[in-house]
């Protein structure tokens, strides 16, 4: 105790010691000034008396060096030079007087010394007398140099020490060994509050801020140095009190921070000491002396000193350090005292309301720390709520209410800066509340969760009813913006609050989301916000909307996606989300609630298209069940109901053509994607079975119903030219839908000998209907790829077929001649309106596959009569014998020449002379060798004779082909 007591000393010493030497030298240069004024005003400056003429000239060469030197003149004025960077020193107080301090502390620790070992001294009560008696001389001595100006230093010098040393011997006379000769616990510290009362008198009455501080810290110290005690820390809050006081005189605000920190450091030093001592009440106390400290201090910066709107780093840190070591206080004494939520909301209402005070009169940087201290305080009373059992929940809950509650204050009131710090208090409170909710969810059963559904409920009513209240009053939107860099109007506003609330909005419906209650209100809720949003036009709420609705379509759809995988599904009517979300987002779209005029956009088609979506997978799951095959059919009827209320519904209601144009394409898109879903679910499931009901083939009542949709689609499909491009192009493309819709069922249901001809009449019908009706030109295109396909099938597939029977009928050759006869007349018309499609499709602009009609019809020789000839010379090659092939082939070529001289072709007659060059080559290297006598005499005559006949009928007709040439 003896070292600290010495330590204590010598450092105040030695403070003192600096500033009493930083005054003198200030003195001492003030002095130097005075010197400096004085002797100017002795000697002033003599000059001889100027002529008339003299006066003269000066003042015209004063002119015209005026004139001349202006401009450097203006430069000099202009160039500013910045003052050059000092570098550090060591101050002049440490650098002058550090003998004076080192002497000083010598002197008062051997002072100190001697009055504890003198053998003169042999009695305690001796030493403490001495060393008052000292104290006093010190005092006196003060007293008689404090009239003359030049001691005033060592007046206050003199005087610290005097204070200092008395409350040393008042402090060893009841505990330092050496010193003590008071054994009385009472005595004693009676004692030492006298040498208290003399450092306290000191304070009040020095004029130095520095030596006021150092009497009152070493006061409140004191007291722990001293065997602790219950009253000793009333009595320290009292002469902290009172040394509080003396900051009144002055902006002393070091002088109030050291007396609040040493007060701390003195409830601190006493708890720790008396912790297993203290009752209940004593802890009261303790609380109750705290306060009373921190509001004297506090109140200090409301005296009419600091009325000014600028803010001083010394003062708002003298005042915060004020309120933090309250907060302090109080906790080391909350565990033990049951009201101190209490205790901390009176605090933050005290503040709350002192700060509004320092509003008025004008000390805008208090004003606004007590504000937010007080808000920081009241958090802390809420927090501390653990002494009455309260949950981490809802005491988060309750922290974030109270949070909103000052934003809302602070918005009326339009304190930017205020709400801006309000607004991160505020979303850190979420995130809290976040977390406590994640825990109560994981440790709490799923049948005991609908409070923690109410809290979440209760939580997003509160932040949307924030914002939309603050809607009314046209308060600032707490866009990230504003928060972070204070812009009040920015561009498309997005309330981070709501956004949040939706966050909890998502989670009841995520955990409660078998909830038949959840269900219902939250699509309820998702109505309303896009109610609100047109009729308010508050386009705060768009990103707010919009996510909502995506995340519960979203849900709705992976719950409907689990139903898949289960064997057993509830009914529909069974959840309020199935039909609900359908209903909802039809009265979204028809409604006309999904407008954003801010964006310039709409979202109707996306909204379309989640409807789509939600009743495919209620038909899928909630159908399958009953039969595999009605899927499919209910696909085929909602991309029918899409067509209509697409062209139908936007005609009923007054939309704007934007909204109109954007139903009919969304409506267009679904529809399309209903039908391409049966198309699927026919090629997966219906072709794979073929179930009949009373003698009808289900299978084929579906093909008809399917090609009949399609041909429905065709006919009704709105062409609008204000649709996209990629709208309209699906609109074109439906009659390749139903041409693969119908090659499909031709290749399913028809027999594999009747499949040619069915190609050919389809190729025929496609050229006939684009000759004469307004159909697509591109089916000319797609009639002459049937016409290839029927050549194909007719030389590869169906001579490859056994026969049934001996019937003629029954054979496969018959089909194949009548696609042959068919392809014939294919090539008939063709050649007859071959100079229309050529002139037609050369004069107007061409794109996609109508370019390939001049290059298939122009030479119609080359690209349909020389490709039916080769799949009729692989039929007989196919079909008959080797022997007479070469005949069979000869007879071909003599009709293909006469059709090429028919039709004036020179490049069939080449074709048909080089096939003719080509079985007399085979005639002599097969025929000659691999036939027998009969067969090869038939087969070397017939051949003759045809190639006689070929060539006079070239001799008698090539003029036609000379003609033509020449025309």
């Given amino acids: 105790m003896d070292?600290?007591?010495?330590?204590?000393?010598?450092?105040?010493?030695?403070?003192?010691?600096?500033?009493?030497?930083?005054?003198?030298?200030?003195?001492?240069?003030?002095?130097?000034?005075?010197?400096?004024?004085?002797?100017?005003k002795s000697s002033p400056l003599s000059f001889p008396p100027i002529t008339a003429e003299e006066s003269i000239e000066k003042k015209n060469t004063s002119s015209q060096l005026t004139v001349k030197r202006s401009p450097k003149i203006v430069k000099s004025q202009v160039i500013e030079k910045k003052p050059p960077r000092k570098p550090f020193k060591i101050p002049n107080i440490i650098k002058e007087n550090w003998i004076g301090v080192f002497g000083s502390i010598a002197l008062v620790i051997g002072a100190v010394f001697f009055g504890l070992t003198a053998e003169i001294m042999q009695h305690a009560e001796v030493r403490v007398g001495v060393m008052i008696a000292v104290s006093c001389l010190f005092l006196g001595i003060s007293q008689q140099l404090k009239s003359r100006a030049d001691w005033a230093p060592l007046c206050g010098w003199l005087k610290s020490i005097s204070g200092t040393v008395i409350l040393f011997a008042t402090l060893g006379a009841g505990g330092i060994e050496g010193l003590q000769f008071i054994h009385s616990p009472l005595h004693a510290l009676?004692?030492?509050?006298?040498?208290?009362?003399?450092?306290?008198?000191?304070?009040?009455?020095?004029?130095?801020?520095?030596?006021?501080?150092?009497?009152?810290?070493?006061?409140?110290?004191?007291?722990?140095?001293?065997?602790q005690a219950l009253i000793l820390l009333p009595i320290g809050a009292l002469v902290a009190s009172v040394g509080l006081i003396a900051a009144y005189r002055s902006k002393w605000d070091l002088h109030l921070l050291l007396i609040v920190i040493a007060f701390a450091f003195q409830n601190t030093f006493w708890t720790i000491s008396l912790s297993t001592q203290l009752l209940p009440w004593m802890h009261h106390l303790a609380i109750g002396s705290s306060v009373v400290v921190s509001l004297i201090a506090a109140s200090v910066h409301y005296s009419k000193n600091y009325q000014s709107p600028k803010l001083e780093a010394l003062p708002l840190a003298a005042h915060i350090t004020n309120w933090v070591l309250l907060t302090w206080n109080i906790w080391l004494h909350a565990p033990f005292f049951k009201w101190t939520p209490f205790v901390l909301g009176g605090m933050a209402v005290a503040g709350f309301i002192?700060?509004?005070?320092?509003?008025?009169?004008?000390?805008?940087?208090?004003?606004?720390?007590?504000?937010?201290?007080?808000?920081?305080?009241?958090?802390?009373?809420?927090?501390?709520?653990?002494?009455?059992?309260?949950?981490?929940?809802?005491?988060s809950l309750m922290i974030l209410f109270e949070t909103i509650a000052f934003n809302f204050v602070c918005r009326f009131q339009k304190e930017d800066f205020l709400l801006r710090v309000g607004c991160f208090l505020q979303y850190i409170c979420y995130l809290v509340v976040i977390n406590h909710l994640l825990d109560t969810l994981s440790t709490t059963p799923v049948t005991d969760q609908f409070p923690i559904y109410l809290r979440m409920g209760i939580v997003t009513a509160l932040s949307w009813g924030y914002h939309v209240t603050g809607s009314f009053k046209n308060f600032v939107v707490d866009d990230f913006r504003f928060v972070l860099f204070g812009q009040k109007d920015p561009k498309d506003p997005v309330s981070i609050t709501t956004l949040l609330g939706t966050l909890f909005f998502m989670g009841i419906y995520f955990f409660g989301y078998n909830s038949l209650v959840v269900q219902a209100i939250v699509l309820s809720v998702a109505g309303l916000i896009a109610l609100w949003r047109k009729l308010k036009e508050d386009h705060s709420w768009n990103l707010v909307f919009i996510i909502s609705l995506i995340f519960v379509h979203l849900l709705s759809w992976v719950h409907l996606t689990v139903l898949l995988q289960k064997t057993s599904i509830p009914s529909i009517i069974s959840r309020v989300d199935f039909m609900g979300l359908v209903l909802l987002d039809a009265l979204l779209i028809f409604g006309n609630l999904l407008q954003f005029k801010l964006w310039k956009k709409n979202i109707h088609h996306f909204v379309i298209y989640a409807l789509g979506i939600q009743i495919s997978l209620l038909t899928y799951v909630f159908t399958k069940q009953v039969s595999i095959l009605i899927p499919g059919l209910a696909y085929l009827g909602f991309s029918v109901l899409a067509l209509e209320v697409g062209r139908l519904i936007p005609e009923l209601f007054k939309y704007s053509d934007d909204v109109k144009q954007k139903i009919r394409e969304g409506m267009s898109h679904i529809g399309l994607a209903f039908l391409i879903?049966?198309?699927?679910?026919?090629?997966?499931?219906?072709?794979?079975?073929?179930?009949?009901?009373?003698?009808?083939?289900?299978?084929?009542?579906?093909?008809?119903?399917?090609?009949?949709?399609?041909?429905?689609?065709?006919?009704?499909?709105?062409?609008?030219?204000?649709?996209?491009r990629f709208t309209r192009f699906c609109g074109s493309r439906l009659l390749e839908g139903c041409l693969g819709f119908i090659t499909l069922c031709v290749f399913v249901e028809m027999p594999e000998v009747w499949r040619p001809f069915i190609w050919v009449v389809i190729a025929i019908g496609l050229f006939i209907g684009s000759l004469n009706y307004k159909w697509p030109k591109r089916l000319y295109v797609y009639s002459w790829m049937y016409l290839i396909a029927s050549i194909v099938h007719v030389a590869f597939v169906t001579s490859n077929l056994t026969m049934p029977s001996l019937f003629a009928i029954e054979q496969h050759n018959t089909p194949a001649f009548m696609a042959v006869a068919l392809q014939f007349c294919y090539a008939y018309l063709a050649y007859g309106r071959r100079e229309d499609l050529v002139d037609k499709q050369n004069s107007s602009p061409t794109e996609g596959m109508i370019r390939f009609i001049p290059i298939l019809y122009r030479q119609p020789s080359l690209t349909i009569l020389l490709p039916i000839f080769l799949g009729v010379a692989l039929l007989f090659a196919f079909n008959f014998e080797k022997a007479i092939l070469t005949l069979l082939w000869v007879g071909l070529i003599c009709v293909y020449l006469a059709v090429g001289l028919l039709v004036k072709s020179k490049r069939s007659i080449q074709i048909a002379m080089s096939a003719l060059v080509f079985c007399s080559i085979r005639l002599i290297v097969f025929d000659l060798v691999q036939s027998d006598l009969a067969t090869r005499a038939l087969v070397f005559i017939g051949v003759g004779s045809l190639m006689l006949g070929v060539s006079v009928m070239y001799k008698k007709y090539k003029h036609r082909i000379e003609i033509h040439e020449g025309a």
């Fill in 190 to 227: 009676y004692f030492l509050c006298f040498g208290i009362s003399i450092n306290i008198l000191l304070a009040m009455t020095t004029p130095s801020q520095a030596v006021a501080s150092l009497h009152v810290i070493l006061s409140i110290l004191s007291f722990c140095l001293a065997p």
């Fill in 677 to 724: 879903a049966f198309i699927s679910r026919f090629v997966t499931v219906h072709l794979q079975i073929d179930p009949i009901w009373n003698g009808i083939s289900l299978r084929w009542a579906t093909e008809a119903l399917g090609l009949l949709t399609i041909f429905y689609w065709m006919v009704f499909y709105p062409q609008k030219s204000d649709f996209s």
């Fill in 354 to 395: 002192l700060a509004r005070i320092a509003k008025r009169k004008g000390i805008l940087w208090l004003y606004y720390t007590d504000t937010l201290l007080s808000q920081l305080v009241a958090m802390s009373a809420i927090a501390s709520m653990t002494t009455f059992a309260v949950k981490p929940l809802d005491l």
């Fill in 3 to 40: 070292i600290i007591a010495l330590l204590v000393f010598s450092f105040t010493l030695l403070y003192l010691h600096l500033k009493l030497s930083a005054r003198v030298r200030q003195c001492e240069q003030l002095l130097k000034e005075m010197k400096i004024l004085s002797m100017c």
